[in-house]
Nanobody, 119 residues
């Protein structure tokens, strides 16, 4: 069973940067995509960014383009999210997820890490 563990969240001010990491452990890990999602209080979980595990192709939600960068380290089974120019509206719990290559569904999730951006 694959487990995902996020780290790196915290409290920052608007304009600051944070780097989130997600480490995968368990059996052979070979997702199709690794993604970051977030959930703000009172809102549904939303897509932030994803990366193709083999090819490294990246996808971003419009509201983070130019500010966030996703990367992966296949040897270490980790995926990272560099977040720059943070805004208060970026506040939320950030989750990493693994997309199953057979079902094309995100079926493995981390526990989430809190990111709070003060004005």
């Amino acid at each position: 069973q694959v487990q995902l563990v996020e780290s790196g969240g915290g409290l920052v001010q608007a304009g600051d940067s944070l780097r989130l990491s997600c480490a995968a452990s368990g059996r052979t890990f070979s997702p199709n995509l690794m993604g970051w999602f977030r959930q703000a209080p009172g809102k549904e979980r939303e897509f932030v960014t994803s990366i193709n595990w083999r090819g490294g192709y990246t996808y971003y939600a419009d509201f983070v383009k130019g500010r966030f960068t996703i990367s992966r380290d296949n040897a270490k089974n980790t995926v990272s999210l560099q977040m720059n120019s943070l805004k208060p509206e970026d506040t939320g719990v950030y989750y990493c997820g693994a997309q199953n290559g057979l079902t094309m569904r995100y079926d493995t999730w981390g526990q989430g890490t809190q990111v709070t951006v003060s004005p």
